[in-house]
């Protein structure tokens, strides 16, 4: 499912992994989804990206492409380096309905991919007529060569398939005008136990499913928080805390700072990058 909020407020085609994330790693490595296609390529250093549930390790010369409405989080170490590109969705732009992870070993592959990003890039930022129709046959390019290039199919398995689910429930989950849905409702709308979804999740990428839908909960809170300056009694009420003192708790377990105190640094922090 394909939202309409855009979690990014202006989502440049080219950034750089800590462009992307705007100084703030929760944006990218708590579990989300974004209204527009990702792609994902880290040049160098390591990386972790959990996709629909599934946890992978990533090293130079990796690539992620993530669909649109993909629920997934990435997270990486001080000495990685990378690209994120940013597409909307389109029916010009061949995009995979399920993710791809290309582990890019040819020197010659690298620089295919390479190019094509920067084609984007420069494409994303000229001014001249039909830059966007340029902008959209490169990226076409660049997924006609993702799908050649993937080489292996990752076996189906009932786990994934759950993980898969379980994934799409929490991204449908944000279009409903009360959220706050327990691990245990999951559960019961997957048709499976509790256990066994914490166990099967535990195993596919790390965490709890308890743990994963608090990460998913923790973004949602900040992005109104500190992108659109919803007050925390409204927060609370959309996510589906029983009171503000819980949502506010629930902030400051997590975070170490009130919801207030988020929404006045997130502030400062945009008045000094404009200044």
């Not at 990014?8 to 790693?25: E, F, G, N």
């Not at 994120?84 to 295919?112: C, F, I």
């Not at 499976?192 to 596919?204: A, D, G, I, N, Y």
């Amino acid at each position: 499912m394909i939202h309409t909020r855009d979690t990014d407020p202006h989502p440049d085609a080219v950034l750089t992994i800590s462009q992307r994330a705007r100084a703030a790693p929760w944006r990218l490595n708590l579990a989300h989804s974004r209204p527009y296609h990702m792609l994902i390529w880290v040049t160098r250093g390591a990386a972790r990206c959990m996709i629909e549930g599934r946890s992978y390790a990533l090293s130079s010369h990796n690539a992620v492409f993530i669909p649109a409405g993909t629920l997934f989080g990435f997270s990486w170490e001080s000495s990685c380096f990378g690209q994120t590109v940013a597409l909307a969705p389109s029916v010009r732009l061949d995009w995979p309905d399920s993710p791809l992870l290309l582990r890019v070993r040819e020197p010659k592959a690298q620089l295919v991919l390479t190019h094509y990003i920067e084609s984007i890039q420069s494409e994303a930022n000229n001014e001249e007529e039909m830059s966007q129709i340029a902008t959209s046959a490169h990226a076409q390019l660049m997924m006609v060569w993702a799908h050649r290039y993937q080489k292996q199919i990752e076996r189906e398995t009932a786990a994934r398939r759950l993980m898969r689910a379980l994934s799409a429930l929490i991204v449908q989950s944000e279009t409903a005008p009360v959220g706050g849905d327990t691990m245990a409702h999951f559960a019961a709308k997957l048709g499976v136990t509790p256990t066994h979804l914490t166990r099967v999740c535990k195993s596919e990428c790390g965490v709890t499913a308890a743990d994963l839908l608090t990460q998913h909960t923790l973004q949602r809170a900040r992005r109104f928080l500190e992108d659109d300056g919803l007050k925390a009694v409204d927060i609370a009420k959309r996510l589906g805390f029983s009171t503000p003192a819980y949502f506010t708790r629930f902030i400051k377990t997590h975070t170490g700072e009130t919801p207030s105190s988020l929404r006045a640094l997130a502030k400062a922090a945009r008045l000094s990058s404009a200044a």
